[in-house]
């Protein structure tokens, strides 16, 4: 009988794993919680809207097409969409068993599956970090990957004037994305200084020779944005947002290498809207939940095949590091393959391996010319917010990290609600466990036992049977 592989993510990297595990001879089931497969990188719009060039801002759809029809026709694989992995439960001996709610995310009647498979691929990608700065949480004030979402999926921008600011190389496709759907965009701000980015990028420059279509995407993007007039500023950063009820202008600055504000280089810019970015956060909280042991904090630790410590488990794409999307397909397929029992002596999985080590080299590139500066707290005043469901200020952290609490993370999360919110710290969480790294040594972000909303009545009702495997491959 062949082995059961259950893959959390249909994005680059989980559609990869997928592919891989087919390969092996596996039956998959594939689980993602939005309605069609691709991920933040390969979002479209819906077919309902007759995009007359629906790829026209994807790089690369033409391959994820045929890989998204092969895995999806395949008469071994079972597409779960609109299905949320909202716990895993740990066993004695082999992968967790995956707790599935299937329906829409706010709809009645969800089910509730519990999935038992040989082996599990986690792949569920990050999210935007934004960190704080005075007004943050002003209406019109949008992560890069919302805004870019909006751009894709729904050709709708989210405003006009818009400035874009933060750091790494997201910038400029987000960029790209609000052009082509219409938008002004004023200017792009890298809050890297250019030195720093140069020594990043030209460090050891005979490894980027295996990123030449990464270079030439990135040059596209630049060459789009000069034809539109678009600048592109380096050493500057958005450091308050200000506005009657929602975002009206923005203040930027000139900064130093650790991100510390230039005395007297203040702008002032009216917008309509303003777009951040300052890298991305994985989303750890499945592989936390499995017991996966996490590297330096930040990512998954995997071994050559892309194994876990966990035995059955497998990760793929930014939860084991930020390498772009075609690092994250790399990733997926070797850890498919594996998952699904192929020979690690296989000659196309040794290739996949070369290439996963380029991209992981890349990745170290990309943090080395993109890093997220010391001193970034200098920006924070003592009523900014913090934590935005809670509406938590910066001085409330401090004064409860400095007093009772003195040496408890959990103590002062608890005392001043800081990513107790609906979002469950996923937005506040990694920055409110560096502000209080010195103080209350920071604690945990990532562990949650639920890692997606269920309602009481959902949990109290029986999970429906597991689906066969003629039901299971529809």
Known sequence: MSRHVVVVGAGPAGLGAAAGALRAGSRVTLLDAAEEPGGQYHRMPPAAFGAARPGRLHHGRRGFERLRDRVLGHPRCGWWPESAVWAVDRTEQGPPHVHVLRGEADG?????????????????????RVLPFPGWELPGVYTAGAAQ????????????????????????????????????VLEVL??????????????????????????????????????????????????????DGRVEEAVTARLHHDWSVVPGTERTV????????????????????????LRGGAFTDVDDDQRTSVPGVYAAGEITGIAGAPAARTEGLLAGWAAGGGARGDRAAAVLRRRRDRARAFAARLAAAHPVGAAWPGW????????????TAYGTLLRAADGEAAGSARAVRLGTRAGLGPCQARVCGPTVAELLRDRAGGGDPHRRPVAQPI????????PVDPPDKKESAR
């Open 108 to 128: 009645a009647g969800r089910e509730r599956h519990v999935l038992r498979p040989d082996a599990l691929v986690l792949a569920p990608g990050a999210h935007d």
């Open 149 to 184: 979402a909006l751009a894709k999926g729904e050709r709708l921008v989210i405003g006009d004037p818009v400035l874009i600011a933060g750091s790494g190389p997201f910038l400029l496709p987000v960029a790209a994305s609000l052009v082509e759907a219409g938008a002004t």
């Open 190 to 243: 890298e809050a890297n200084p250019a030195a720093t980015v140069a020594r990043g990028w030209t460090a050891r420059p005979w490894e980027l020779a295996p990123q030449a279509g990464k270079a030439a995407e990135l040059a596209g993007y630049a060459g789009l944005l000069a034809r539109h007039r678009v600048p592109y500023r380096t050493g500057r950063a958005v450091i308050e947002a200000r506005g």
């Open 270 to 293: 009216a917008v309509d809207a303003l777009c951040v970015t300052h890298g991305f956060s994985p989303q750890l909280e499945l592989p936390v939940a499995a017991g996966c042991r």
């Open 380 to 391: 924070l005043r003592p009523d900014t917010i913090v934590c935005r469901c809670e509406e």
């Open 455 to 462: 309602r009481l009545g959902e949990l109290a009702d029986p």
